[in-house]
């Protein structure tokens, strides 16, 4: 199973109108427990994976948000050109890694010309698979050591914000700011939030969060 977790909304909303609450009320209140996060763009598209690994019959494979999603066909071709076996080798001689990122652009999403006049993939999450050494099954690569792969991979990496707390994170969401993509000429979905390294609830659930210009 490697489709990607659910990113949670870091504040209740209200039942009602399906806003945040003025009173901005975590979900869960470890959040809290964490003074500075990392902040990146959240890219508005659909969700891409492209699975890799290197001793199987088949490397390398691609998929949507489910292992059932449809993806477009400008996209499924942008792929294969530019994530190619031998890159993912190159990258990954022995290890098997999952890169999650956002398709967007030009009829994926309403306004998506916007963010880019084609359809593209942009990197924002790596997860090494190890079943053996870890009880996780594997492990998160920091957003540092993310941008490092996409880097040797020659993909482009969601846009760095920088570190801030919840506070200063939602009252920036709240106000709106311009995409980093294609010259700032959409405005940016919101943002997702994680700490320097991976960490988890007691039920086992990664701390990453996001926030949305929309819910406020």
Do not use: C
């Not at 190619?84 to 998506?112: C, D, H, N, W």
């Not at 490092?148 to 914000?161: E, F, Q, Y």
């Amino acid at each position: 199973m490697t489709e990607y977790h659910k990113i949670e909304t870091l504040y209740e909303r209200d039942e009602k109108s399906f806003r945040l609450k003025p009173e901005l009320i975590l979900k869960n209140p470890v959040y809290g427990a964490v003074r500075e996060w990392v902040w990146t763009e959240k890219v508005d598209g659909t969700n891409i994976r492209a699975i890799w690994s290197p001793t199987a019959e088949i490397p390398l494979t691609f998929g949507g948000k489910t292992d059932n999603a449809q993806i477009h066909a400008d996209l499924v071709r942008w792929l294969y050109e530019n994530i190619t076996p031998e890159k993912m080798r190159s990258v990954f001689p022995e290890s098997s890694v999952v890169l999650y990122g956002e398709g967007y652009g030009a009829g994926i999403q309403k306004g998506g010309g916007l963010l880019s006049p084609t359809k593209r993939f942009i990197l924002f999450d790596v997860f090494v698979i190890d079943t053996v050494n870890t009880r996780l099954g594997g492990w998160w690569l920091s957003d540092a050591n993310m941008r490092d792969v996409a880097a040797k991979l020659g993909l482009d990496a969601v846009p760095l914000i920088g570190t801030m707390t919840l506070y200063e994170a939602a009252v920036k969401v709240r106000h709106g700011f311009k995409s980093a993509l294609n010259g700032g000429l959409a405005d940016a979905e919101g943002m997702v939030g994680r700490p320097l390294e991976a960490l988890y609830d007691k039920r086992g659930s990664r701390l990453i969060v996001k926030l949305k210009t929309k819910d406020f």
